[in-house]
Structure formats: C-alpha cells, structure tokens
C-alpha cells in the first residue's frame, strides 16, 4: 500500500491543506509546504495511540506543540525543536505519576524545572547516608528521557528534590528532602551525594555537616544532636572516631 494524499498542489506538489495517510496507516492532516509537513497539523498514528497536535517545520515537529500517548497516558505540550522536546515544555508519565515543568535541550530535561515523582513509600528510619542513596536508586527510574540542568524533582509521599541535574542524575548543588523533613543539602555527583554536605535526619534530630562519597558519610565531619556538637571521621559511612568530645551548643 501506498500513501495516500487528499488535498492542495501547486505544480504537482503537496502544498496547502491536505490529508497524507501513509502505507503504514498514520496519517497527517494540516499544513504543507513544498511536499513537507510544515505549518500546523495533527499527526495521529495507525493504532491511535500517538496523537501529536502542533507546529511542523519540514516534516518535523517544530515550534509549540501538544503530544499524548494513549497507551501509557504519557503526555507532552510544550516546544519541539528537530523532532525532540527541546525549550520549556511540561512532560507528564503515566506508568510512574511524575510530572516535570521545565526547560528541555535536545529531548533531555535540562535547565532549570521542576518534577513531581511519585513513587511507593520506602523505609525512612534508616540512617540518611543509607537511606538518601535507597531512595536515590529509587527515584532515577524516571523513563526513557534523561534529565540535565538544573531543577527541582517531586517525590509525592517521598521527597523533593531541587538543584542541578546532569545526564539524568542529582550533581552538582542541590537540595533533597524526605516527607517527614530530613533533608540532604549540598553537592552531588552521579546522583549521590558527593562533596561536602547538610544532613538532618528527622527521627533523631540529629544534624550532620561534612564530607560526603558516593551517598555516604565519608571523611570529616560534626553531629549536632540534643543541644550538644561533636567532630568525627567517616569511611564509606561508618564512623571511625571521635576527633573531639561533645561540646553545648549555645542558645540565642
């Protein structure tokens, strides 16, 4: 089967409004221009479980558009550049209820934006060094775009996330709080934390600035805990010792 075209020529090419259904049943109704899709039009695929409603530019998707995947509920509106989600744009996942608003470069979320993750409960009482990096491991399964830039990331019933993003992961500054308000503040690599970071850890009031390596408390650090401050060395999240004893915090 051939494609078929309905609509306007000019010197025997597709130029006006037309309708092109092709030989393998998606079919493009809207604008054309010197044979390409460009302009306005719907594009809606052979099973109708892709529908795209927006601006072309020579066969491709290009400038403001909308685009819904019935299969998964999957959907997109915003700008495309060359095909790909590329400018600000809000991209919405069906299969795991996160929701991104913000900036994209090349089909990758990159930029500052913000993102609701919603995702199933985990165990919050453990220590953060290894719980944010359960969670993490948890909260990157985000689908086939990859995120880059800077944002913020959404984890209904779980955390927040906001800061720099890099090739799908936390890294470089960001902010990552759980619901009950522990939070890690500092600097990320390869979404862990990395560097030198904030911790509180909710279920014992207890306040960690140090070094960090690969989601754990590593290198030197203090613990502030019931009004009281003490320094320490960390290796891969163990504490070695006590570099100083417990001094009062003062108040006011």
Same mark, same amino acid.
């Given at each position: 089967? #051939? ?41 809606? =695929? ?6 795209? *409603?927006?601006?072309? $530019? #020579? /066969? ?37 209820? =996160? ?9 990758? #979320? ?37 995120? /880059?830039? =800077? !944002?913020?990331?959404? /984890? ?7 800061? =720099?993003?890099? *090739? ?5 500054? !960001? ?6 308000? /522990?939070?890690?503040? !500092? ?10 970071? $904030? ?51 003062? $108040?006011?």
């Amino acid at each position: 089967m #051939r494609a078929v075209y309905k609509g306007e020529l000019v010197e025997g090419i597709r130029q006006g409004q037309g309708e092109l259904t092709f030989a393998n049943g998606d079919k493009y109704q809207g604008d054309f221009f010197q044979g390409y899709r460009h302009g306005h039009g719907v594009f809606t =695929s052979h099973h109708g479980m892709r529908v795209y *409603d927006g601006e072309w $530019k #020579r /066969s491709e998707r290009h400038g403001i558009g909308k685009e819904r995947w019935l299969n998964n509920g999957d959907r997109y509106e915003g700008e495309y550049q060359h095909d790909v989600f590329h400018g600000n744009g809000i991209l919405t996942r069906g299969s795991n209820k =996160s929701k991104y608003d913000g900036e994209f470069h090349k089909g990758r #979320r990159h930029g500052y934006g913000r993102m609701e993750f919603a995702v199933a409960n985990s165990n919050t009482n453990s220590t953060s060094s290894v719980g944010f990096k359960k969670i993490l491991g948890a909260a990157l399964i985000l689908g086939a775009a990859l995120v /880059s830039g =800077s !944002g913020q990331h959404v /984890s209904t019933g779980l955390a927040i996330y906001v800061g =720099s993003w890099k *090739d799908g992961r936390m890294h470089g500054e !960001g902010k990552y709080t759980r619901v009950d308000g /522990s939070f890690y503040e !500092g600097s990320w690599r390869d979404g862990l934390a990395h560097g030198f970071g $904030k911790e509180l850890v909710m279920k014992t009031i207890e306040v960690y600035e140090g070094g960090w390596h690969s989601g754990l408390r590593h290198g030197d650090g203090t613990v502030t805990r019931n009004g009281s401050r003490r320094k320490g060395t960390w290796e891969m999240g163990q504490r070695i010792k006590w570099t100083t004893a417990e001094m009062s915090v003062s $108040k006011g």
